[in-house]
């Protein structure tokens, strides 16, 4: 779950870490009486969960009130395009104005999840308000590292290499280590993936300030802080996907024409890919999981084909813990509540499938049975075609 830029804030100054003062705005005359409150000059940045935004012009200042009126209105409802938003872009609902530093130095530190070697990182750059990831592969002499566990968090010593490899004045060292300590423990506490601060700047009477931040909890981990859950901005979410969660059930909207319900991320992965490999493209990532229910299924079922851009579906189950009954039952329920027109290519293996199989040819509804992996996912892209040339 990524948080918006104004909530991380209030959760570091919680902390006890310096951010710039600012509120979030979301009318032109609620910006203007902001920045009249704070003082010019004030700095307007768009909210949205992407990064990116200061090169995609969601970043501006304004000198005046007449500046932030103007600033304002090229934000607030307009769609910003970053690198990480794709060409659809995202809404821009709120903006943070904020006051104005004088900036002495920029910096970069950030804590994730090295998964590929299972362990935790901390990373910090001499430089700041870049993007670290192209920084590491052009300037890597500006970058250090160290590598902690969730078992020990960050060690003193390894706060004392970061704190010294960015040649911080010696007043400044001790306040350093102090924020990287408590955002250390928040990160482990809290069940995080990312914790970015780009660029943790040092003002001109040598205060550290967090000028941007990015959080990222594990979704995961969320169960265990109900505290977190009014963080959640809903209203970046399509209405499938928040009609998915209620049933527990992970969706991801994409810009195909094949719908995909299967179990097991591993397996939607596959199907994605073959997919893709005959030619078509999927519209969804539709993963029912391990302990669904009959009603979980239904529901997974109708989302899917509720898509006006799904022109046919395949249904890829390897029943284990799930059952290919169950699923079969969800399907057919599903499939008679929205008379089900669009053709449905079903591959069923596992635990029970005889029965499920049973249960879907007797439904009469348009499904197509095919036990091979290629041949049900050429299919499929063989039927969206033919659905789209029609």
């Known amino acids: 779950m990524l948080i ?19 509120q979030v705005a979301e009318t032109i005359e609620e910006a203007k009486n ?5 003082g ?27 500046e932030v009126g103007l600033q304002a209105a090229s934000l607030l409802n307009a769609r910003l395009v970053t690198l990480q938003t794709g060409p659809q872009g995202k809404l821009v ?21 090295d998964r590929k070697n299972e362990r935790l990182v901390a990373l910090v750059s001499r430089q700041g308000g870049v993007e670290i990831e192209e920084q590491s592969r052009s300037q890597p002499e500006l970058i250090k590292q160290e590598i902690f566990f969730p078992e020990t968090g960050l060690y003193s010593f390894q ?24 955002l250390g423990s928040f990160f482990l506490s809290h069940d995080l993936k990312l914790l970015e601060i780009n660029p943790l700047f040092l003002t001109e009477t ?40 209620k049933f527990k059930l992970n969706y991801l909207k994409m810009r195909g024409r094949i719908g995909c319900l299967v179990n097991g991320a591993g397996l939607a992965m596959a199907t994605m890919d073959i997919i893709q490999y005959f030619g078509g493209q ?34 890829n189950i390897f029943g284990g813990i799930v059952r290919c009954d169950l699923v079969a039952r969800g399907m057919v329920a599903s499939a008679r509540r929205i008379s089900l027109q669009k053709p449905v290519v079903v591959r069923l293996e596992g635990t029970n499938v005889d029965e499920g199989k049973k249960i ?6 348009p499904f197509y049975f095919l036990s091979d992996f290629e041949a049900a996912a050429r299919k499929a892209v063989e039927l969206s075609q033919v659905k789209l040339k029609e």
């Open 4 to 22: 918006h830029e104004f909530q991380a804030k209030k959760i570091l100054k919680e902390l006890g870490l310096l951010v710039p003062d600012g």
């Open 34 to 38: 902001i920045a009249q409150e704070l």
């Open 40 to 66: 010019f000059p004030v700095v307007l940045k768009a909210q949205i969960l992407a990064g990116g935004r200061g090169k995609a012009g969601g970043i501006k200042t304004a000198k005046s009130a007449e």
């Open 93 to 113: 609902k709120k903006i943070l104005v904020e006051k104005y530093q004088e900036i002495k130095r920029e910096f970069y530190f950030g804590l994730s999840v």
């Open 159 to 182: 706060r004392r290499n970061l704190a010294y490899f960015l040649d911080l004045p010696a007043e400044v060292i001790r306040i350093f280590m102090d924020y990287m300590e408590k």
């Open 206 to 245: 040598d205060q550290l300030v967090a000028g941007d931040i990015k959080m990222d909890f594990d979704d995961s981990g969320l169960a265990k802080h109900p505290e977190l859950s009014p963080l959640e901005d809903l209203s970046e979410l399509s209405l499938e996907e928040i009609r998915a969660r």
């Open 282 to 315: 999927p519209a969804n990532f539709l993963d029912i999981g391990g302990g669904v229910t009959e009603e979980a299924v239904s529901q997974a079922f109708e989302i899917l084909l509720s898509d006006r851009e799904v022109t046919s579906a395949l249904v």
């Open 360 to 365: 879907l040819e007797e439904s009469g509804l």
